[in-house]
């Protein structure tokens, strides 16, 4: 084959090895832009991926729905339907298996867990469930959060900003006491 | 030019076994021909460095730099991959040599890989580290073709390997059975097919002889969904492809340490059926029914198929017409385990002599070809069968410590008995 030809296939190469990531970026990008702001109670814990760095796990509050529909697949994928309590944070209003035309709430897409039939709660996983953070902070991240406060003797309220359109969610950030977990990490390590 | 040769050069030309003109002549010829093949040396160095370079920025990247604001991230995410790609395009254009291909082109893999990681840490995507790995490998797969490079080659078989076992073994909700690992590999089989025909000889043959059917192996475990006594076959039948690849005409004549496959196939096989041979293997599936509509069965019936075709292959190319039994080992196999529904304690026994057979069998090839790592290999697996028996049999203590002794006086009396036929065969000589 001649040096044209194998540079334009790899031009075809480069094409589709700058198009993966920035489509990425583009559908990320997109629902922060237009999305619907939510916010999830959560609780961090810290594991890390070999490529990808230090990130915090992000155990939610909501990862359990009851409901008597006992014939759940695990991994079967689930139309999560949500709106906000009084206190302003994310609760599940409904799920399905398929996109409901009456229910006017935001949904996003997860994947089915076990099925407990005792108490008849489904479990759901919640696919924003990663937090990146600087590997310094990541453990003191899931540390800081778990700790009882002096003043009050209870956890920190703790949750994560989700920016949720047509099915699509992006966590944008976890908020702890009001404050980025980045920021709320360094001023308890110069505390301590 | 090797000291070594140069050396040899001069001590014939002073035993007057070549002329001095002989001599340059010889001189001559190495030296072109080391002017005309690429320093492999700094290729491979080229290679490592890539390597390290491209593992260390997924590493400094992996830091996840809170300081920088996420456009800036963006950037870095791009910035390697950009470079690399002007690079390998440079390596591509001006055809440069295959240091810089190789290198460019192993600094290019890590920046795809890099890119892709920093773009999901920047905006917290989620997803399965397999699909990220696989997303990776098919981004990359031109690249051996249009570089013709080994190291991407075998980086692309390493990560096929990496993402069918986090697919299969470790995937962390529900098993899947990777299917697009065979993809993977198919897709690499014409660059390994042009290395046979152009490169037969090369050192690089060797290793793709070693790295292919250890790959296959270790991943053939996670196409095992649930019936894991089909996966006992299942391996039994791979390692009689390998085997049998191993003995064709192409490799059979090839040194041991570049034929991986015969290798690989025959201490897999024996593997296998030592892991047989115990009793309790057999009994506890006595009762269960052969399940035909299975993906094992089916998986089981392709190698199978596969196998049987490569032997008959290599039959009708054999001028002798021989086969040895190691190549029939897979047939016996899957014809006992399929009867172990309709006679228990029947594999057994047949297992055991079968493995009898193939030490003597072994130390039989060792013999004639005069291979000391054969023959031994061969007394091994009897050692290993009577060691085995020794769990499971109620003979006496005596008489396994006798067993013992004999293999034992075998070892030396037939090693020494080949030491001497070796030695006589050199002063006939």
Redesign the interface.
């Known amino acids: 084959m001649k040096t044209i030809h194998l540079f334009i296939i790899f031009l075809i190469v480069v094409v589709a090895q700058l198009f993966i990531p920035t489509q990425m970026i583009l559908n990320q990008e997109s629902v922060l832009k237009y999305g619907t702001i939510y916010k999830f109670k959560t609780q961090p814990m810290d594991p890390s991926d070999p490529f990808k760095g230090k990130y915090i796990n992000l155990n939610y509050e909501i990862d359990t729905f009851k409901t008597p529909d006992s014939s759940w697949q695990r991994n079967e994928t689930i139309y999560v339907y949500i709106e906000t309590d009084s206190l302003g944070y994310s609760k599940i209003d409904q799920i399905s298996r398929t996109i409901l035309d009456d229910n006017k709430n935001d949904y996003f897409l997860a994947k089915a867990g076990w099925y407990s039939k005792f108490d008849h709660k489904l479990n759901i996983k919640i696919p924003f469930n990663r937090f990146y953070m600087e590997e310094t902070k990541a453990y003191d991240a899931e540390v800081v959060t778990n700790r009882p406060q002096n003043t009050t003797d209870s956890l920190l309220t703790t949750y994560a900003l989700v920016y949720v359109k047509e099915g699509e969610a992006v966590l944008n950030d976890v908020l702890v006491d009001g404050m980025s977990i980045k920021d709320f990490v360094e001023r308890e390590s110069e505390k301590h | 030019m090797n000291s070594k040769i140069r050396n040899d050069i001069k001590e014939l030309v002073l035993e007057q076994v070549i002329s001095q003109e002989t001599a340059s002549k010889i001189e001559t010829y190495y030296e072109s021909k080391e002017n005309d093949s690429p320093n492999k040396l700094f290729t491979v160095f080229a290679v490592l460095g890539s390597i390290l370079v491209g593992l260390g920025i997924?590493l400094i990247?992996?830091?996840?730099?809170?300081h920088f604001s996420r456009s800036i991230k963006?950037f870095f995410?791009?910035l390697p991959?950009?470079i690399a790609?002007v690079v390998?395009?440079y390596s591509?254009?001006k055809?440069k040599s295959a240091t810089w291909k190789e290198s460019s082109g192993v600094f290019?893999f890590f920046a795809?890989?890099?890119?892709?990681?920093?773009?999901?840490?920047?905006?917290?995507?989620?997803g399965e580290?397999s699909s990220?790995l696989l997303?990776w490998v098919l981004?990359?797969l031109?690249?051996v073709y249009?570089l013709k490079s080994n190291a991407l080659a075998i980086l692309h078989i390493a990560f096929s390997t990496y993402y069918a076992c986090e697919y299969g073994y470790f995937y962390n909700?529900?098993m899947g059975t990777p299917w697009l690992f065979v993809l993977l590999i198919v897709s690499i089989l014409p660059y390994y097919f042009t290395l046979l025909k152009i490169k037969a000889s090369s050192n690089i043959v060797s290793i793709f002889n070693w790295l292919l059917p250890l790959c296959v192996i270790i991943v053939l475990g996670a196409f095992v969904d649930d019936n894991e006594f089909l996966g006992f076959l299942m391996y039994v039948v791979l390692f009689g492809v390998f085997y049998n690849l191993g003995m064709l005409p192409y490799f059979k004549n090839e040194k041991l340490r570049r034929n991986g496959y015969l290798v690989l196939g025959s201490l897999g096989t024996i593997f296998m059926l030592i892991l047989t041979s115990f009793k309790w293997f057999w009994q506890d599936r006595f009762n269960d029914a052969v399940p035909f509509n299975s993906q094992e069965f089916y998986i089981s019936a392709v190698l199978f198929l596969s196998a049987l075709g490569i032997l008959t292959y290599g039959y009708l190319k054999n001028q002798h017409k021989k086969v040895n039994l190691f190549q029939l080992v897979f047939i016996i196999f899957s014809i006992l385990f399929f009867l172990n529904s309709i006679i228990n304690a029947f594999p057994v026994i047949i297992i055991n002599l079968l493995i009898l057979v193939l030490g003597v069998v072994a130390i039989k090839i060792g013999a004639s070809k005069l291979h000391f790592g054969v023959l031994n290999y061969g007394l091994l697996i009897i050692s290993l069968l009577i060691v085995c028996r020794f769990f499971d049999t109620n003979m006496s203590f005596v008489v396994r410590g006798l067993l013992f002794v004999v293999v034992g006086v075998g070892f030396f009396f037939v090693n020494y008995l080949m030491l001497k036929k070796q030695k006589s065969i050199k002063s006939f000589k």
């Open positions: 997924i990247l992996a830091h996840n730099w809170d963006t995410a791009f991959l950009v790609q390998v395009g591509i254009l055809n290019l795809v890989g890099s890119s892709m990681a920093l773009v999901s840490q920047i905006y917290n995507i989620p580290l990220y997303t981004l990359c031109p690249l249009l909700s529900v």
